[in-house]
């Protein structure tokens, strides 16, 4: 997917998720998955469908990707996070720098330096699929809070004290199948 796409689409996700956010179905505090958050739009009548069951909707393959992502996350595996994501996937880290890959490699890289400064056996994030949402046959906007209810301890000691974050992927079929094409990390007050 080029760029420009990516922005376009992320600028439609920002502008729209207010107005399509139903926050009495969010889920309290990270379970794994909320139920009720799963959408799919009727592209023949441009709302939410109520005879195209999620079921036979891009929202399964995409739940499926983005629950592996969280796994291989919570495991520290770069290399999985990497094989994961597009080629050219773009990340907003949760300090609002942008990330763009150019190969599989930077990627990897990418993870791999965020992870060598934890204590990998102390490392326990703890997630939850907030919302899903298919906005198109081929593109899917997934919304996870990752939570580290202990912290974050790093080797040598320090710590980092207990928060969540929102991750907001966008997610793309292409010739190689479910890809993350965009994802966004932004740091929010412990839910």
């Known amino acids: 997917m080029n760029r420009l796409f990516l922005r376009t689409l992320l600028s439609i996700l920002l502008f729209t998720y207010f107005g399509y956010s139903d926050w009495s179905k969010r889920t309290s505090r990270p379970s794994g998955s909320n139920g009720y958050a799963e959408r799919s ?3 023949q009548t441009d ?8 079921s036979k909707s ?4 995409a739940r499926e990707l983005i629950e592996r992502w969280c796994t ?5 595996n770069e290399k999985e996070l990497a094989a ?9 880290d949760r300090f609002g720098d942008l990330h763009v890959a150019k190969q599989q490699t930077d990627e990897e890289r990418f993870w791999a330096e965020g992870f060598e400064m934890i204590r990998r056996e102390d490392f326990h994030p703890v997630w939850a699929i907030e919302e899903i949402r298919s906005t198109r046959p081929d593109v899917v906007i997934v919304h996870a ?11 040598g000691g320090d710590y980092i004290p207990a928060f969540s974050e929102i991750h907001t992927f966008i997610v ?3 010739n190689a199948g479910w890809r993350i094409a965009g994802h966004d990390i932004t740091k929010r007050a412990l839910q």
Do not use: F, M
């Open 172 to 174: 793309s079929r292409d």
């Open 47 to 54: 709302g939410l469908s109520t005879t195209n069951p999620v």
């Open 145 to 155: 809070d990752i939570s580290y209810s202990g912290g974050i301890p790093l080797k």
């Open 84 to 92: 994961l994501e597009s080629p050219d996937v773009e990340i907003v």
């Open 72 to 76: 291989a996350y919570g495991d520290l």
């Open 58 to 61: 891009p929202v399964r393959p």
């Open 41 to 43: 739009l009727d592209w």
